[in-house]
């Protein structure tokens, strides 16, 4: 069993940087891959990027491609999104989630955390 917390949202604007953090609990937190995920108003839950279970493979969306740097620190249990050069459109509720599988579809994620907004304005 694993619990995530997310942290680290807010509004900034354009331009901005926030960095997210993904809190787990449970010993068995260095078995999963993590993925973030986003879904703004009305639309679906959008893949963001994938840290594998050793933090040595990442794969990202091409939407946030060279502004966003995922990285995990497994003796703190906890993953981090940095994002750079916000823009609106990265205007979401961003999740974390734990994954055994390598998987950018949400149905292949085991666990998810609440959510933290990120409001981006122009």
């Known amino acids: 069993q694993v619990q995530l917390v997310e942290s680290g949202g807010g509004s900034v604007q354009a331009g901005g940087s926030l960095r997210l953090s993904c809190a787990a609990s449970?010993?068995?937190?260095?078995?999963?891959?993590v993925g973030w995920f986003r879904q703004a108003p009305g639309l679906e839950r959008e893949f963001v990027v994938r840290i594998s279970r050793s933090g040595g493979t990442t794969l990202y969306a091409d939407s946030v491609k060279g502004r966003f740097t995922i990285s995990r620190d497994n003796a703190k249990n906890t993953v981090y999104l940095q994002m750079n050069s916000l823009k609106p459109e990265d205007t979401a509720l961003y999740y974390c989630?734990?994954?055994?599988?390598?998987?950018?579809?949400?149905?292949?994620?085991?666990?998810w955390g609440q959510g933290t907004q990120v409001t981006v304005s122009s």
């Open positions: 989630a734990a994954s055994r599988v390598v998987a950018t579809t949400p149905r292949d994620y085991d666990y």
């Open positions: 449970g010993r068995t937190f260095g078995n999963y891959g």
